[in-house]
């Protein structure tokens, strides 16, 4: 089945440096990939997305890139600030078929920014 | 502008208990989906509906029973509580059934089941 592997957490960063964290996702079609942000205390909000291989998801200074190629999604910032402080989550759906109706997700992994 | 809103937020039950756990969304989406969230394992799909009187089950549905009778409401009901099921659960919707676009999330509720 479906799978999302993303590297374990905790990360710890001081506030402007880079940041990376990685997710390689297992899947039988042509998937959708997300990436999506859980605040302290909070439900999950849709960070950013890319719909086919190359694609470029961007939002608020973050970025990944669909590489069909290494099956990886890896989520990036150059200058991380103490508000970026949460629990990341990479997910992916399928495109078509059953697996099209729900999001695999990965395990979350918990960014804290010092100042 | 509510968005997804689930009830109760923090709830303890003893083993046995049953309890519904509800959820409405105001924003018309014909999916709707809970999931669970436990420490070390990500979110893993319990039920999900794709519009009003259609249900299906996701990953994990044991225990679980939903219902869908409008395109607002999304109950879940756990018949007969088990430590197992303490968790935080979490309502989602999306208008697009097909998850092309974005899943709103409620805020969770977190369970506790003695």
């Known amino acids: 089945g479906d799978s999302v592997t993303q590297m374990e957490g905790p990360v710890t960063l001081s506030e402007e440096a880079f940041l990376t964290i990685n997710c390689t996702y297992t899947?039988?079609?042509?998937?959708?990939l997300f990436w999506y942000v859980q605040y302290p205390g909070e439900g999950l909000q849709l960070l950013l997305k890319?719909?086919?291989?190359?694609d470029k998801g961007s939002n608020k200074g973050f970025e990944a890139t669909y590489r069909k190629e290494t099956t990886s999604f890896h989520l990036e910032k150059g200058s991380v600030q103490v508000s970026d402080s949460a629990v990341y989550f990479c997910?992916?759906?399928?495109?078509?078929?059953?697996?099209?109706?729900?999001?695999?997700f990965g395990k979350g992994t918990k960014l804290s920014v010092i100042p | 502008n509510a968005g997804v809103t689930q009830t109760p937020k923090f709830q303890v039950l003893k083993t046995g208990q049953s309890m519904t756990l509800q959820c409405a969304q105001d924003?018309?989406?014909?999916?709707m989906s809970w999931y669970r969230q436990d420490p070390g394992m990500g979110l893993r799909l319990i039920h999900y509906?794709?519009?009003?009187?259609?249900?299906d089950q996701g990953e994990v549905p044991n225990g679980y029973n939903v219902s869908r009778s409008t395109t607002e409401d999304f109950p879940l009901r756990l018949l007969s509580a088990a430590p197992s099921q303490t968790s935080v659960y979490f309502c989602?919707?999306?208008?697009?059934?097909?998850?092309?676009?974005?899943?709103?999330f409620g805020e969770g509720s977190r369970l506790t089941v003695l």
């Open positions: 989602a919707s999306s208008h697009d059934t097909g998850l092309s676009g974005e899943l709103f």
């Open positions: 899947a039988t079609g042509y998937p959708s």
């Open positions: 890319a719909t086919k291989a190359d």
């Open positions: 997910a992916l759906r399928e495109n078509s078929g059953a697996g099209s109706y729900q999001l695999t």
């Open positions: 924003m018309n989406h014909e999916y």
């Open positions: 509906s794709v519009g009003a009187g259609i249900t």
